[in-house]
C-alpha cells in the first residue's frame, strides 16, 4: 500500500481500477500535433488504448490536457492524480465544472504505478491510495457512502 499526497481541486471520492498513461515526451508532442493527437499510448508507453471500451476508471498522469479529458469522457473518469498542474489549470477548471475528483501536485514514481492497481482518491483529504488492500476498501467506501446520502 503506497500513500502520496497532492493538492485537491476538486473534492470527491472515488474508489477503482487505475489507468496510468505514460508520457514522456509531453512537450515534444504538444509542440508537434494537438493534444488528442498524443494520447492513447499507456503500458508502457507504447500500446494504444480505445476509451471506448474502458471500465470508469482513476486516471493517473504526468499531466493531463482538457482535450485529453474530453477524449476520454466524464463517464469514464472516477477521478484523476497528476504528477504536475495547479488549481487554476483548464484541466482543474474543468474537473471543478465536471465535479471530478482530482488531485494534482503528487510527488509519485509512475514507474512504481501499474495499470490495473486498486486505488482510492480521496478528494476531501488531498490523498490517493494505491495497491489498496480490502481493509482499506471498506471504510473508505463506508465513508464515500456516507458522503453520498
Known amino acids: 500500500m503506497e500513500t502520496y499526497k497532492g493538492e485537491s481541486i476538486c473534492k470527491g471520492f472515488a474508489m477503482g481500477n487505475v489507468i496510468v498513461l505514460k508520457d514522456k515526451d509531453v512537450k515534444k508532442k504538444r509542440r508537434r500535433a494537438d493534444d488528442s493527437d498524443r494520447l492513447l499510448k499507456i503500458l508502457q508507453g507504447r500500446e494504444e488504448v480505445d476509451f471506448s471500451s474502458m471500465g470508469p476508471s482513476i486516471i493517473v498522469a504526468e499531466d493531463l490536457s482538457p ?31 465536471m465535479n471530478i475528483p482530482a488531485l494534482v501536485g503528487v510527488a ?14 480521496d478528494g476531501f483529504c488531498g490523498e490517493v491510495i494505491f495497491q489498496t488492500p480490502e481493509e482499506t476498501r471498506v471504510p473508505a467506501q463506508k465513508k464515500w457512502k456516507s458522503m453520498m446520502l
Open 67 to 97: 482535450g485529453e479529458m474530453m477524449r476520454i469522457g466524464k463517464e469514464k473518469i472516477l477521478a484523476f492524480v497528476t504528477v504536475h498542474g495547479s488549481a487554476n489549470s483548464h484541466t482543474a477548471i474543468l474537473a471543478r465544472m
Open 108 to 121: 509519485m514514481d509512475l514507474r512504481k504505478i501499474h495499470t490495473g492497481t486498486k486505488a482510492v482518491v
